[in-house]
């Protein structure tokens, strides 16, 4: 019967393979659909924020319990201590990074290093504007950048950063939220 085959046999054949490929679909590969985040992780930061907030030569800000909106999520957290006995006179570094309830980034940033090279870093060569707002009595200046925008507190002994992503109010949510302390 070769040179008879008809368009219903091979709708038939094409049925035959689909099912097969539908089973193996179905059954053979892994499906996690509960990593709706792209592999990205939340972390508990508060280990890092207690061991920060006793070596710090300043007072370490974190968002307060309870302070955030409704889905918002830390996702990494690092401490670097300054180099006090080396003749290099390192800086101490704080960084809690967030993603909002949108999926964009808001991170604090602080250090007791020269500003001007660590708000430039930080924010990703962002801007200053000449607006300023005040968030908890204190004066926060609003930089503007291609990749993030951010807002900066510059306060003797430490620089705090609020950048990212985010919108401009969720960045100054950030920032209503910080609790500086030490110990």
Not at 55 to 64: D, L, N, T, W
Not at 74 to 92: I, M
Not at 131 to 147: L, M
Not at 170 to 182: F, I, V
Request: glycine share 10%.
């Amino acid at each position: 019967m070769r040179g008879k085959e008809t368009v219903r046999d091979m709708l038939l054949s094409m049925a035959a393979i689909g099912a097969v490929a539908a089973g193996i679909y179905v059954f053979q590969i892994p499906h996690d659909d509960s990593d709706k985040d792209g592999g990205v992780k939340t972390v508990d930061y508060r280990v890092e924020l207690r061991t920060a907030r006793r070596a710090a030569p300043y007072p370490v800000a974190a968002p307060g319990s309870g302070s955030l909106p409704k889905g918002w999520r830390a996702t990494s957290v690092t401490y670097t201590p300054g180099n006090t006995g080396g003749a290099g006179g390192g800086t101490a570094a704080w960084h809690l990074g967030f993603l909002d309830a949108e999926r964009e980034y808001v991170a604090v940033e602080q250090s007791d290093g020269k500003p001007t090279a660590f708000i430039e870093n930080v924010t990703q060569r962002a801007r200053a504007t000449k607006d300023v707002q005040r968030i908890d009595d204190r004066k926060w200046v609003r930089y503007e950048g291609a990749k993030y925008d951010a807002l900066v507190c510059r306060e003797r002994g430490v620089t705090t950063v609020v950048t990212g992503t985010a919108s401009r109010a969720h960045l100054t949510k950030m920032a209503a939220a910080l609790e500086a302390r030490k110990g």
